[in-house]
């Protein structure tokens, strides 16, 4: 069973919206075992959007239409449908007292042009759950040769969610017969490069290829780090698991440490864990990162039992008269390891952490854009780091971040042991 | 010019990215003037990888691809553009040499698979524009009797916005020829809401949908702002520029104080600006949103010589130890003031700013989820603010910032006259 999905409405190809509802809903054909292989984004257009549809219907079994099914004129997925179908538009009474109810619960006076989502193709049927004006529809459609469905349903997220949940996933289910259910885990890296990551898991990889039960993919992001997702097909959750398992178990035997997580981990998280656990406080004082590993950890609820807080001295002679650094180059080992000290004792935190260095686009202090030097001061032992990204100011400053929490990182773990 | 996206990886289609790509691309490609009438999505299969390209140029001059070039095996956006074109990969030496230099230059070995990124179909072109390891590339193809073009970019966003910048659309732009220019303006506002923003620009949005002569549209952006974007169509560049500016001089008429802005400036760009020509320094003093503020202010380049630096107390105790803070409730217009001086004379600034709340999801010493007090020091008197954002804790704390921000422009405003 193969199924595309087509977003309809020119405001996606405009780039005004981001189309979340193809990505939502590919998703939930994955988790249902279903293949999907296009997805495609059409303006509001009756002969692109008839062209849409057909050739998904070529390609595939079913199509889920998602959006152009309001009351303006510009709505006009339904004609579309029908063309498709070869089948007349007829108002459904049912449909139209339907929403007529609805506005009359809300007090609303019906606008007339409302009435227009109650055209159904003949042949099409309504979905039996609708949250919101606009009715989905299933609807038939002989292909090539063969029996295929469209099913339409609405662009407003909470309406398509829960008519694509409720009505298109079983219906689908029930076309497809027996099933295989698909499910992945992420594993979160820091440390490693993309193809560094790729070389290390080729055999794997290679053996993955031949048995064909998993796959692996890379996805790089930014100060989210290097993301590792294993997808298995299997004819049941369990059977799913125990394939993950296994794959995850050989994967983190040759990426190591550099494994900080896996699926909703994130480096911040788990190194107010780590904390929490060591029953550690940090401190932080960041020059370079101004502020962005202060934030990140914030944002986690509940961070303030392990992060006392953080100073950011932007200025230099605060590097000096807060954190009582000697007046030492801003970007050098020294600096790094007087601030990361400073940081534990101004702020009363077992561990300090602390970046300085030039995020760029100009040096800084002698030091090239891009160098960051990280300064971690943990049971009393000072220790100094420095990394060098050649890439935009931004970017220097978001990798510095996870290069700094991930220091601290495997710190904490070499003193658990 | 007509010109679709098509963008893969099969970790697109299973929804576990949202493909803002293309969004960002239709929008480059609608201010350019450029039609775009599909974008499609494509898993990492090299023959429905060169279906969805060959399709694409059937339908349109020229196809952007999007993603497929980075240095692992299931990255084949190469071998399907070679496909396509009938033309053999071959390995560019420049390419690899200068692959091999970014690595050496971030102190890094080069794995080997790396060196896959410099094939290159013969007869295409290398962009010169390579913020990456992965280069972009011009491939021109013979298609249905005409001459079309294939741009391959990275899906890595900053990668592919710069090579679209700068090498796609002014190609496209070049091969285009005389034509109509879009052009637009985008004033960006704090302190009204979008239906505000509406009602307060509504008689100016049916003046225009008479003359047709620019739209008007607003854009809900987070600590970004709203944004009221003014769009033109006109037959030169100078034609457009007198539409915009007529129609940003009534916008801004209306709209009054709440735009703090247009176009590339940002809020934190703005309060930069206002403080350095005001000849002031900054402090920051922030609880609730950990950071962020000064993370912002950061971001812009230079901004060391008018922010002194920030500290975060996110320990309650340090409000007292390090800011000088008295003992009142953690979420208060006391204690919101007390921080704003104490960020001041700690920090030796001029100006001090602070904030402290409950960013949620639980209450905070007695205060709701979503109160945020902001509390600024300046010209040696105090003022304290309270907002409530019934939000998200990321919101929260996003809009407290832009809101604590927006507080310092509207008297730094006031201030100079």
Chains 1, 2 share one sequence.
Request: include cysteine.
């Amino acid at each position: 069973m193969r199924c595309e999905v087509v977003a309809v409405g020119t405001e996606l190809l405009l780039g005004q919206i981001v189309d979340t509802n193809s990505s939502w809903i590919g998703e939930q054909l994955a988790l249902a075992g279903i293949d999907s292989h296009f997805q495609t984004k059409v303006g509001d257009n009756l002969d692109r959007m008839t062209a849409a549809f057909e050739q998904a219907l070529d390609r595939s079994d079913a199509v889920i239409v998602c959006g152009g099914l309001g009351p303006t004129p510009d709505d006009i997925t339904r004609d579309a449908i029908a063309a498709v179908m070869g089948a007349e538009l007829r108002r459904d009474d049912a449909v139209a007292e339907r929403i007529r109810a609805m506005f009359y619960r809300r007090d609303r006076q019906m606008p007339a042009n409302n009435l227009q989502q109650a055209d159904v193709p003949v042949g099409a049927r309504v979905m039996d759950v609708q949250p919101g004006t606009a009715p989905g529809l299933i609807c038939p459609v002989r292909r090539a040769g063969a029996d295929k469905v469209i099913y339409a349903v609405p662009g407003v997220p909470w309406e398509m969610q829960r008519m694509v949940g409720e009505c298109v996933l079983p219906d689908l289910q029930a076309r497809a017969g027996p099933r295989q259910v698909i499910r992945s885990r992420t594993l979160r890296t820091w440390g490693h490069s993309e193809s560094g990551l790729a070389e290390l898991l080729a055999p794997e990889m290679r053996r993955l290829d031949a048995t064909g039960e998993a796959t692996i993919a890379f996805l790089a992001s930014g100060m989210e780090g290097l993301k590792v997702r294993i997808t298995a097909k299997a004819p049941d959750d369990a059977a799913a698991a125990a394939v993950l398992s296994a794959v995850e178990s050989r994967a983190r035997a040759v990426i190591g440490e550099a494994v900080f997580g896996a699926d909703d981990d994130t480096m911040e998280s788990v190194v107010l864990a780590l904390l929490r656990s060591a029953g550690l406080t940090l401190g932080l004082a960041e020059s370079v990162t101004g502020g962005l590993i202060a934030a990140r950890l914030t944002e986690v609820p509940g961070a303030s039992d392990v992060l006392r807080g953080a100073v950011v001295p932007y200025d230099r002679p605060l590097k000096t008269r807060v954190l009582g650094a000697p007046d030492v180059n801003a970007v050098s080992s020294e600096m790094a390891l007087a601030m990361a000290a400073g940081a534990g004792r101004v702020l009363g935190a077992d561990v300090g952490l602390s970046t300085t260095g030039a995020a760029g686009p100009d040096s800084h202090e002698g030091a090239e854009p891009g160098t960051v030097w990280i300064g971690l001061h943990l049971d009393g032992a000072g220790e100094a780091t420095r990394v060098r990204f050649n890439m935009a100011r931004t970017m220097v400053r978001q990798l510095g971040t996870i290069t700094a929490l991930n220091l601290l990182r495997t710190r904490l773990l070499a003193r658990a042991g």
